[in-house]
């Protein structure tokens, strides 16, 4: 998928006030983009692998991280809790370096802060001992391009036909989904997940469907 659709497909969010022309525009885009160059599916580590624009867009979930960390203060170091500066407030500082060379004002190892001259900077609260805790697969990522970017596809009985191997390797194997017609938006909104009782085929057949 090229770098223009790969954005496309992730915005814009649910609610945007162009989410329907955007929808349309992916479609069209898409089209031709298969004509053109294909939407090639292929094998790596033994799975087939798909970055088709209609299915990813068409796929409204991202990945939304938990982490616990500190939060000190960019002007004097303390933790933002422990010391008096407003955040977003300026404030004098005066410019260094860190022993990896990075400036003490923009963490930068190229800037023009000369070390010692002093400037205003604002107070943010900068993480430090940061400690991932989990990762959750959410509807609405804060982040808006925290979304996925390919995913694997199921061929069924014909995994291992050879084929389809060939034709996976030789970039002949495409996926028709940018043909249209459209079916439609895959939110999670629409997906059971309390229901953890399901049988293997059960499980399946759910994630052929994503």
Not at 192 to 204: K, T, Y
Request: charge should be negative.
């Amino acid at each position: 998928m090229s770098g223009v659709l790969q954005e496309a497909a992730q915005a814009p969010p649910e609610d945007h006030e162009l989410r329907d022309e955007a929808h349309a525009a992916i479609h069209r885009a898409a089209f031709v983009n298969r004509g053109l160059f294909g939407c090639p599916i292929v094998l790596r580590d033994d799975e087939y692998w798909t970055d088709c624009p209609i299915n990813i867009s068409h796929l409204r979930m991202g990945v939304s991280a938990g982490l616990v960390s500190d939060f000190e203060c960019s002007v004097c170091g303390e933790l933002v809790e422990d010391c008096d500066h407003q955040m977003g407030q300026p404030y004098p500082k005066v410019a260094g370096r860190t022993a990896e060379g990075k400036c003490t004002l923009c963490d930068s190892v190229d800037c023009e802060h000369p070390e010692g001259e002093i400037f205003l900077v604002p107070a943010y609260a900068s993480a430090r001992n940061i400690k991932a805790g989990e990762v959750s697969f959410v509807a609405r990522p804060r982040y808006p391009l925290a979304r996925i970017l390919e995913h694997a596809k199921d061929m069924g009985p014909l995994h291992d036909d050879p084929r389809l191997i060939h034709a996976a390797k030789h970039g002949d194997l495409n996926c028709d989904a940018d043909l249209g017609p459209c079916k439609g938006f895959n939110e999670m909104k629409d997906w059971d997940l309390n229901d953890v009782s399901r049988s293997g085929a059960d499980e399946g057949e759910q994630v052929d469907q994503i």
